[in-house]
């Protein structure tokens, strides 16, 4: 394992990152992780790199305008060991393959100390405005990380531009272990010159004591400027003093930062000493990174936290949790909701076709489910129930907003729009499919759900079986989106034609229900679907009065007047027929239902 480590003019312009054995990676100012933007004289793309046995093998690209400099000469193709150095513009590139060695037999240190929390609030605050401009750029360092371990290298950076007397820094981790002793890992680590003794040799001693207190700790090995007063491990690690400082957190496996210098720390002139001022002033600006650390963890893991429960609940639910008792919040009430039936058509056959690849159907199956439960959920809506191979979905809890049943009908749209897009297109996951959509509105009883051992978030109440009817009766009359007559009445004041356009159906007795129903579909705008204008819809609604009228010879001559792509109209026009076009005795103007769907 080598590091590469670039150099800038300021202590700020830095890093250093691992090579990846064997892969080729670009090197330039606007490359990734190896990416210098520092520096205007290196090319967007610049250098090719390659670590490969024991020797980093560079080449400069056709697009770099400046040259890179090995040995004071300029050079096109050449390879390097570790130790050395190669220069674009105003930054150089060390090769390093500094070893991490967790030692347990490192001597007892001369001096050490625990630093309490007033201890480190009394300390003076020296190099402010160094220290101020570095934590300056901590927001920008976290949100630009793509990973842990490029946040790891970050932090390490920042570590050692804001304590310019250390030699180095880390960032280690330590796993709880049991009755075994606890594994301490280095997540990142850096010097400020490259090989400092040929090894990285952090205390175990001195990490465990951090973490078992939670509080700082010190350690000083040396004081003499004197090279022969030096203790060997001094002369061996390259180390004169460490200390170690906790990120206090909930996690079981424990962080920290690992700072370590040489003689000369105190800037006054004297030995170093665990009761320097500059040490107590760099310890202090390690906590407040430590603290800032432990406050990301935090964040983080309430973000994974959240996107687990976004599993489980829509946003709107995750929303109205935070920050409230869920007792309270996923209670169930009563309220006025807007259900959504969401069934997917076609999968009967798909399975058949498809018995040999399973998997392969139910991955197709749930991008279908996606597609219903994005724009459920877009809309402000909560995901309540999966049924096979069909989708419910309402609104109205836990937040009222007042406008349930023109988010149901913008869902639907959205959800009918995307799958017809998609249909036709050979080879993708919903070729094939169609659906079937239902909406019905009224009260019911919305929350948690279910009983002591299981529960879940749905809505129970005859508005859910209703739109359940409403989903089936869409194969009956041919319609991609049913509406029950409370839900087109609400969404036709609630949406504008430029949105949806409504056409009445028929009225209907369901088989098995004694109560008949009036029946809505929800079509998309004029400008969105053309092949059924508003002309269509007003001839189609004509006919509905006339055959309710019992006038059903000047209900076909309406009929007539839309286009024969238009299934929906078959319903009427098959229902006069199978009457001989006169009305039956007792004729009320709803048509009965013989089959469920």
């Known amino acids: 394992m080598a590091d590469l480590i670039a150099q800038g003019n300021e202590p700020q312009h830095r890093w250093r990152r691992p090579l990846p054995a064997g892969e080729r990676v670009s090197l330039g100012r606007g490359e990734g992780g190896f990416a210098v933007p520092w520096d205007k004289k290196v090319s967007r793309q610049h250098a090719e790199l390659r670590w490969h046995d024991g020797v980093l093998l560079i080449r400069r690209l056709p697009q770099a305008r400046n040259a890179i400099t090995f040995r004071g000469h300029e050079h096109e193709t050449f390879e390097i060991k570790p130790g050395e ?10 090769l390093a393959d500094d070893r991490v060695d967790i030692d347990p037999q490192i001597p007892p240190p001369l001096e050490r100390r625990t630093y309490a929390f007033q201890d480190i609030q009394a300390a003076r605050y020296r190099d402010a405005d160094l220290r101020i ?26 570590l050692l531009a804001g304590i310019p007397r250390a030699d180095g820094a880390a960032l280690v981790a330590v796993e709880p272990g049991g009755k ?6 280095v997540l990142s680590f850096d010097f400020r010159r490259p090989n400092q003794g040929g090894s990285f040799r952090p205390s175990e001693q001195l990490i465990l004591e951090s973490m078992r207190q939670g509080k700082s700790v010190s350690y000083v090995w040396g004081g003499s400027e004197d090279p022969s007063d030096v203790p060997e491990f001094t002369m061996t690690g390259g180390i004169d003093w460490s200390y170690c400082t906790p990120v206090i957190g909930e996690d079981p496996e424990g962080w920290a930062i690992y700072v370590f210098g040489r003689f000369g720390f105190d800037a006054l002139g004297g030995p170093p000493s665990v009761n320097s001022p500059d040490l107590l002033a760099d310890l202090k600006f390690t906590e407040l990174v430590a603290s800032i650390l432990a406050a990301l963890r935090q964040v983080r893991r309430l973000q994974q936290k959240q996107a687990v429960l976004t599993q489980f609940f829509s946003p709107v639910v995750i929303e109205s949790l935070a920050g409230a008792d869920p007792e309270v919040v996923l209670a169930p009430r009563k309220t006025d909701v807007s259900v959504l039936f969401c069934d997917l058509r076609g999968f009967s056959r798909e399975s058949e076709r498809n018995a040999d690849d399973l998997l392969g159907l139910l991955e197709r199956v749930s991008k279908a489910l996606r597609v219903m439960t994005y724009h459920i959920m877009d809309t402000g809506g909560v995901v309540g129930d999966f049924q096979g191979d069909a989708a419910m979905g309402f609104w109205g809890w836990p937040i009222d907003s007042g406008d349930s049943a023109r988010r149901a009908c913008l869902a639907a749209l959205e959800i009918r729009a995307q799958f017809e897009a998609n249909a036709r297109r050979q080879g993708h996951p919903l070729a094939n499919f169609k659906m079937g959509i239902g909406i019905a509105s009224g009260p019911a009883v919305a929350g948690k759900i279910g009983t002591v051992d299981q529960a879940k978030v749905s809505v129970f109440g005859p508005v859910v079986n209703l739109a359940s009817r409403m989903e089936g009766m869409t194969k009956i009359l041919h319609a991609p989106i049913l509406l029950d007559e409370t839900t087109a009445r609400l969404a036709r004041a609630q949406l504008p034609t430029e949105m949806a356009r409504f056409r009445r159906l028929a009225k209907i007795k369901p088989y098995g229900l004694d109560v008949p129903l009036e029946v809505t579909e929800l079509l998309p705008p004029e400008a969105v679907d053309p ?26 001559l309406h009929l007539s007047k839309v286009p024969p792509e238009d299934q929906v109209k078959d319903f009427l026009w098959v229902f006069i027929a199978q009457h001989n076009r006169i009305p039956p005795d007792g004729w009320n103007g709803v048509i009965p239902l013989t089959r469920k769907n």
């Not at 150095?85 to 060390?94: A, K, N």
């Not at 934590?135 to 970050?154: C, Q, T, Y």
């Open 85 to 94: 150095q190669f220069q674009i513009g105003e930054t150089t590139f060390t």
């Open 133 to 158: 401009d570095v934590l300056s750029r901590l927001p920008n360092l976290i949100s630009g990380a793509d990973d842990d371990g490029e946040l790891f290298i970050r932090l390490v950076n920042m």
């Open 180 to 185: 075994d002793r606890p594994k301490i890992q």
């Open 531 to 556: 092949t059924l204008s508003d002309d269509h819809i007003r001839s189609y609604e004509s006919a509905l009065e006339a055959v309710m009228d019992g006038r059903w010879p000047e209900a076909l």
